[in-house]
């Protein structure tokens, strides 16, 4: 049932929505840059409920919330274009957001896997380049946690039940968007990076939920966005919390070996200044924000800013946003999930958890640890421990500013620059 007039303006859509049918609203001129959202609103997984929904239900429910706070909270002329990110037992998130039905494995019903995008946020910020690219490699560039009003929302879970692949999560979809109580649901984290903005955990469908809304298809390229910086990168490669067992240190051992591991990794992938990469890592007499000695601003090799300063990496609280984008890009570019060694907590501040000075593989000792695909606190500091004899990596931040690279979007990392010394 349509909500009355006097509530968040059904009429206005009722009359827009007549005129477009009627060809008197004019397509806005060429295709444009896709946007995307998180909803400001939260409601259970009975997307029914939701006062947006119009009187759909199921998928048709989560298309409709998207529609009408892209045209009331944002006011887009392509409104209509919106649909939720969600899959189901015969929908895949993918296709949908193409601008098709069906699902991935059967190409949507295409003579082959159709591709979209890009989409930028509504703050202007790039989300990614492709779906293809952000389904494949998890090419996320910001977190998706601006809403249908350009703000940032509170970080939080948002039904998805698809899939790091754009795919159907199995059994993951809340009996098709219809049930509020019982059963489960896969959720994403707005705040993420990586696959975990769509695939973080399963929750209740009776938890309260947002949902992220594309315009489909495809559009325009996104504007250039890369600007000087100091380079930060998560490591390619992985070992135990003994770093100078790793061969890349070179023979020399604690932060040390970090050290010489960051720079060993920034020269084979042709960065510049690799002297000047040090190991985000914290001992019990050396703190890693100490490590730091600019100011940033700090960038991923992809050129996404990831904090304007190096006040701007720390928050407080483990829980709270501390990066603009979470550093889940290594040192040649690729797109990375799993977590690192950093015996630092979220204020940049040793916790004495570090392997011993980074000197141990033992299983009987354990380090603090950052999530690579957060940008709230926990991408240092998280709030449990890893045992040292596991493998993580290790985050590397050039000291350096500066850095600039042309064509970057190429993957490209042989023509680096250096603006500043």
Known sequence: MARPCDLQSACTRIFISTLALLGVLAAPAGAAVKKMFVTSVTGSANLSTWLEAQGQTGLAAGDAICQTLAHDGAGLPTWQDFRAWLSTSTEDAYCRVAGFDGQKASDCGELGLPDAGPWERLDGEPFTNSLSGLTADWALLHSPIVDETGALAQSGLVFTGTLGSGAAYAAGDCSGWTLG?????RMGLNSAGGFWWTSASTGTCDLPGRLFCFETGSGDALPPWEAPGNLVFASSIYNTGNLGSWPEANG??????????????????????????????????????????????????????VAASRADLLTA?????????AISVDETGDYVASNAFTGTNSSGLGTLHDCSGWTSSSFGVDATFGRVQETRGGWTGSTDFQACGLILRIYCISNVGGIFRDGFESNDTSRWSASTP
């Open 181 to 185: 109580t019982g059963g489960s649901g």
């Open 252 to 305: 020399a051992v604690g932060l040390a070996a970090g050290d010489a591991i960051c720079e060993s990794l920034a020269t084979s992938a042709g960065l510049p200044a690799p002297d000047s990469f040090v190991a985000w890592l914290s001992t019990s007499t050396v703190d890693a924000v100490d490590r730091v000695t600019s100011d940033g601003p700090f960038k991923r090799v992809d050129g996404v800013e």
């Open 317 to 325: 609280i483990s829980s709270n946003l501390a990066l603009e984008s």
